[in-house]
């Protein structure tokens, strides 16, 4: 069947079988990823994507439930060069193998979207659906905080 969406910013026309999942057809049939395959069963987030701007476990999303739908990966928000968030956790060394930063980068883009001045506590919230076994969080925290300009963070 078809599947009509957009994936960063351009328009596909996708033929896929109804059992197909996003995170595949992202990977296989579009190219992007960025979007890793960690669990497959919601638990990590390495999958995670945005889909009309909120954070969705990719794997946990029939390819057909997406169509009409506007996705961004990570290779979307990285067109122009990285964003300061990006930046951030490069200075922060925020990570190691880097297989949980595309879904940490998405969910921390949409925290900041919703909300530009979060507390430590939001972040680990916001981010409590992204597993990282590398770096024990607080350099991701961290540089969530500088991103929102630590403003929310209480001493
Ligand atoms: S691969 Fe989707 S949540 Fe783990
Ligand atoms: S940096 Fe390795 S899993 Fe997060």
Redesign the pocket.
């Known amino acids: 069947m078809n599947l009509e969406l957009k994936v960063n910013g351009e328009q596909w026309v996708l033929d896929v079988a109804a059992a197909d999942v996003l995170?595949d057809v992202l990977r296989e049939q579009v190219g992007t990823k960025s979007p890793?395959?960690?669990?497959?069963?919601?638990?990590?987030?390495?999958?995670?994507i945005l889909m009309d701007g909120r954070s969705v476990?990719?794997?946990?999303v029939l390819a057909v439930e997406a169509e009409g739908h506007d996705i961004v990966t990570v290779e979307g928000i990285s067109y122009e060069g990285m964003s300061q968030l990006q930046d951030l956790f490069i200075s922060n060394n925020s990570f190691q193998c880097g297989f949980c930063a595309p879904?940490i980068v998405l969910s921390a883009t949409e925290l900041l979207e919703l909300n530009p001045n979060p507390s430590r506590h939001d972040v680990q919230e916001a981010l409590a659906?992204n597993?990282c076994r590398c770096t024990g969080y607080e350099p991701i925290i961290d540089a969530v905080l500088a991103a929102g300009q630590g403003q929310g963070e209480t001493p």
């Not at 476990?57 to 946990?60: E, K, N, T, V, Y």
């Open positions: 995170l890793k395959v960690g669990c497959e069963r919601g638990d990590c987030g390495s999958c995670t476990r990719s794997c946990l879904g659906g597993l």
